[in-house]
């Protein structure tokens, strides 16, 4: 089983940068693909950003790549999302989400290859 807890949201004004952290609990933790992905009001959830646990590949949204990174802490089993210039477009609910053990992660960041997610952290961009 994988537990996400996600933290780091907040209100911020436009222009700030923002860090997101996904504390994962996991028995096993390095062979994992761990995404970010978000849903503003009203709107569909949105893939983000994915890395994987065992060789830190990532990908992004190609409408959020230069903008927002994601990185990982082994140590911590701790995933960020660093996300700079935000505009109050990016104001959503923030989750992470991991695929089963051993899952490859792969480009366009799709909700529906995820299994285990969190509860989501709210992120609020004000003009």
């Known amino acids: 089983q994988v537990q996400l807890v996600e933290s780091g949201g907040g209100s911020v004004q436009a222009g700030n940068a923002l860090r997101l952290s996904c504390a994962i609990s996991?028995?096993?933790?390095?062979?994992?693909?761990i995404g970010w992905f978000r849903q503003p009001p009203g709107k569909e959830r949105e893939g983000v950003a994915t890395?994987?646990?065992?060789?830190?590949?990532?990908y992004y949204a190609n409408s959020l790549k230069g903008r927002f990174y994601i990185s990982l802490d082994s140590d911590k089993k701790t995933v960020f999302l660093q996300m700079r210039r935000l505009t109050p477009e990016d104001t959503a609910v923030y989750y992470c989400?991991?695929?089963?053990?051993?899952?490859?992660?792969?480009?366009?960041?799709?909700?529906?290859?995820?299994?285990?997610w969190g509860q989501g952290t709210q992120v609020t961009v004000s003009s």
């Open positions: 989400a991991a695929r089963k053990l051993d899952e490859p992660c792969r480009a366009g960041v799709h909700a529906g290859d995820y299994t285990y």
């Open positions: 996991s028995y096993v933790y390095n062979r994992r693909c």
């Open positions: 890395i994987y646990t065992g060789d830190e590949i990532t």
